[in-house]
């Protein structure tokens, strides 16, 4: 099983920046997937940002250009930059681990709230 810490959360105003990280423990491979993903209060979780196992980062519609994903394999932790921030990006944001067999593994999530 792998364990995930989320961390950086917090209060900013509309156009400021944060970024979150993510540690991870336990058995992880650095081939493997990660992502980051939010959910607004009454809705459903959504992908943010994800990195596949070959590498590729993709992107939300919604943050494409103002988010930027990173990832640090010997720290075995991942990133979110945001910049450009907007009410709208208010939400818990959770950090993913998902495994060869598509098995998925949840952080407890950091609170990102953006006043106007």
């Known amino acids: 099983q792998v364990q995930l810490v989320e961390s950086g959360g917090g209060l900013v105003k509309a156009g400021g920046s944060l970024r979150l990280s993510c540690a991870a423990s336990g058995r992880i491979f650095s081939t493997n997937s990660m992502g980051w993903y939010r959910q607004a209060p009454g809705s459903q979780r959504e992908l943010v940002a994800r990195?596949?196992?070959?590498?590729?980062?993709t992107y939300a519609d919604s943050v494409k250009g103002r988010f930027t994903f990173s990832r640090d394999n010997a720290k075995k932790m991942v990133f979110l930059q945001m910049n450009s921030l907007k009410p709208e990006d208010t939400a818990v944001y959770f950090c993913n681990y998902r495994d060869i067999y598509g098995a998925d593994d949840w952080g407890k999530g950091t609170l990102v709230t953006v006043s106007s």
């Open positions: 990195i596949t196992s070959g590498g590729t980062i």
